[in-house]
């Protein structure tokens, strides 16, 4: 497997435009694919979360002892990454309001100076809050 330099891996930054469901999801991705290319050098779940913590940077360490008051250095190993998934995307990503979502979507008009490609990223990025769903095939837009 190739050898990563861990002084490159980003960590979770969250600011006015980089928003937290945005940001989390990103930097949740990254973090997976970068398991995948250490995993066998992490052989137990206290090494996978201390990793986690590690690479998340200072915003995310924080919520993450938010999220496991109870958990302290020596306690990892009863955490499973899995587990911390899961509270993250609990706690990053709020509850979506499928009505209002809705509206936004058929409230979006193109701007003067935007493009049709930028026009149609923006529509496409507000469907996915929506759950559109195709009436013939049931599948998701």
């Not at 973090?31 to 050098?41: H, I, K, S, T």
């Amino acid at each position: 497997m190739g050898k990563h330099d861990d002084n490159q891996f980003p960590i979770l930054e969250v600011d006015e435009n980089n928003k937290l469901p945005v940001a989390w999801q990103l930097w949740k991705r990254s973090f997976q694919v970068y398991m995948l290319d250490v995993e066998d050098a992490l052989d137990n779940d206290a090494k996978k979360v201390a990793r986690f913590i590690r690479k998340i940077g200072p915003t995310g360490a924080k919520i993450f002892w938010t999220l496991f008051p109870d958990v302290d250095p020596e306690t990892l190993g009863t955490v499973k990454l899995t587990d911390v998934y899961k509270k993250f995307d609990e706690h990053c990503v709020p509850l979506k309001n499928i009505p209002m979502e809705t509206h936004i979507f058929h409230s979006i008009k193109q701007k003067e100076e935007q493009t049709i490609m930028e026009f149609v990223t923006e529509l496409r990025k507000q469907a996915a809050d929506c759950e559109f769903v195709c009436k013939g095939c049931k599948v998701s837009y």
